[in-house]
């Protein structure tokens, strides 16, 4: 994990203009290693405790990670092998001013590379309705070709939820793997 520690120090400091962005408000919720179902479950209850229920953006705050955050838990190519092949990976959630942004960092292989790239590009260059449209199209699609494989929309919902484009870099270590982080930011109003 040594690798990865260096490559997500690079990323969580730096958005994609490379502007710091250590000057947040408050860093409301960082965790870095193995994740599963529980655990995502236990860090959204924690995440929810942190947030300002009185704004109409908590729901969509919490939602979003746990979504990104499950993420991790079924496709990081970063495995804990002494625990229960459990995935591993970094989640961070930021506020400042008036936004929340929320971040996930973990490691994909380079056959997942491609199909992420292509993802993020094809959401961010959809609007609202047309998300809406592909994201039906996928869970048909899911329902046709196997429903324990997922329908795969999970970043497509994020981007509806955020009403925001998704802000992701990969970075390639080496032959077999890559570091993916993608962001989100989330109004507060």
């Not at 705050?61 to 190519?77: C, D, G, K, P, R």
């Not at 795969?152 to 994020?158: E, R, T």
Request: aromatic letters at 8%.
């Amino acid at each position: 994990m040594p690798v990865m520690n260096n490559a997500i120090h690079l990323y969580i400091t730096r958005n994609k203009d490379n502007k710091d962005t250590r000057n947040c408000e408050k860093i409301l919720l960082y965790y870095q290693g193995t994740l599963n179902n529980a655990l995502v479950g236990s860090l959204t209850q924690y995440l929810r405790k942190k947030l300002d229920r009185s704004k109409p953006s908590h729901w969509k705050v919490h939602t979003i990670f746990t979504e990104m955050a499950q993420n991790i838990a079924l496709y990081s190519a970063d495995r804990a092998i002494f625990d229960k092949n459990e995935a591993i990976g970094l989640v961070l959630v930021k506020e400042y001013k008036d936004t929340y942004e929320i971040t996930t960092t973990n490691l994909v292989t380079q056959q997942q590379v491609y199909l992420l790239k292509t993802r993020c590009e094809e959401i961010n260059n959809l609007n609202t309705e047309e998300l809406r449209k592909f994201k039906n199209q996928l869970l048909e699609k899911s329902t046709e070709i196997n429903r324990k494989a997922g329908a795969n929309i999970g970043l497509v919902q994020v981007a509806l939820i955020a009403k925001n484009k998704l802000d992701y870099h990969i970075l390639p270590l080496d032959t077999e793997r890559a570091v993916f982080q993608v962001s989100v930011s989330v109004a507060k109003s």
